[in-house]
């Protein structure tokens, strides 16, 4: 690890009680010049490419010499479904339906859409509801996957969603298709006027497949974070 990185191992705990890391480019006690990027996988326990996709993002911006933006990396924010490959956290709530978005409903079709029993009421979503007002990022770029695709709330993140759909090949979406009450995307590119990306990579992907995932990102990755972008 390189001297410019900090690592906060018991950033949050899990409703599991799992440790849950941070990562970042400066000391989150100060404020940095810009507003920081948030990167954040695992969001989906059983998306287990989306954290592949956080964790060699990382393994890059650890070893990196070039001054770049500063940035926030979250690897796993879901430590309880990752370990049991479910989408829900270890009290079976979708993260991604758990955001306090004005939108936010109890209303679920499927248990695994369970958005819990109030909005905000996981550990995991409110360390990052307090991160961000903490941090105050210029964009969030949260690692999944389903269809292929790069999905972006707020037109303040279309130009970067844009640059990841060419350099991959993936549709560009402003929509996943579907309403996503108490997501990340509604909570911060709606309510928050904050640019999110969701990198959407095939699903189910088998092992020796996950080595394809980073270097389809990685141009576009690299160029978020480099200073002229």
Not at 63 to 72: D, R, T, Y
Not at 73 to 90: H, S, V
Not at 167 to 190: C, V
Request: charged content about 25%; some cysteine; glycine content about 6%.
């Amino acid at each position: 690890m390189t001297e410019k990185t900090h690592n906060i191992q018991e950033w949050a705990w899990s409703a599991g009680k799992k440790p849950i890391s941070l990562f970042s480019s400066y000391n989150l006690q100060e404020v940095p010049s810009k507003s920081p990027l948030l990167f954040i996988g695992g969001m989906h326990g059983d998306e287990p490419e989306g954290v592949h996709l956080a964790e060699e993002w990382l393994n890059y911006l650890r070893g990196s010499s070039e001054e770049l933006k500063p940035w926030i990396l979250i690897p796993c924010i879901n430590p309880d479904g990752y370990a049991k490959r479910q989408r829900t956290n270890g009290n079976s709530v979708d993260l991604n339906r758990n955001f306090p978005s004005k939108c936010w409903t109890s209303e679920h079709d499927k248990d695994r859409y369970f958005p819990g029993n109030s909005a905000g009421s996981e550990p995991e979503t409110t360390a990052i509801v307090d991160l961000i007002k903490d941090v105050k990022p210029c964009q969030i770029i949260h690692f999944h996957s389903w269809k292929p695709m790069i999905v972006y709330s707020n037109q303040k993140a279309e130009m970067v969603a844009r640059h990841f759909s060419e350099t991959s090949k993936f549709e560009l979406k402003n929509d996943i298709g579907y309403p996503t009450p108490g997501s990340l995307g509604e909570y911060a590119g709606n309510d928050l006027d904050i640019g999110v990306i969701c990198i959407e990579e095939q699903d189910e992907m088998k092992v020796q497949e996950l080595s394809t995932i980073f270097p389809r990102f990685k141009e576009s990755l690299i160029w978020l974070v480099s200073l002229e972008s």
